[in-house]
């Protein structure tokens, strides 16, 4: 069984940053994907960015260049460090890890960019 839990949302100014962190318990494995999803009010959950290994990363193109994903090795959290924020990546940001047993998610954390 694996459990993840989310941190490090909350409310920034436009412009701003934040670093949303997630740790799992149980077995994971680097070769495993790990991912951040979002989902605004009123829209579907859409893939923020996507990590496997330490350095195979996947990006959304509306993140592209401001979002960085990241973990050390698969015991550690992997970090979402989300730079120049717009108002328009407010959404509840979701962990997603996708192993040979199933498919699992986070509780979410809220990230509100507003001045």
């Known amino acids: 069984q694996v459990q993840l839990v989310e941190s490090g949302g909350g409310l920034v100014q436009p412009g701003g940053s934040l670093r949303l962190s997630c740790t799992a318990s149980g077995s994971i494995f680097s070769s495993e994907t790990m991912g951040w999803y979002r989902q605004a009010p009123g829209k579907q959950r859409e893939l923020v960015a996507t990590?496997?290994?330490?350095?195979?990363?996947y990006y959304a193109d509306s993140v592209k260049g401001r979002f960085t994903i990241s973990r050390d090795n698969a015991k550690k959290p992997v970090y979402l460090q989300m730079n120049s924020l717009k108002p328009e990546d407010t959404a509840v940001y979701y962990c997603?890890?996708?192993?040979?047993?199933?498919?699992?998610w986070g509780q979410g954390t809220q990230v509100t960019v507003s001045s």
């Open positions: 997603n890890v996708v192993t040979t047993i199933g498919n699992y």
């Open positions: 990590i496997r290994g330490r350095l195979a990363t």
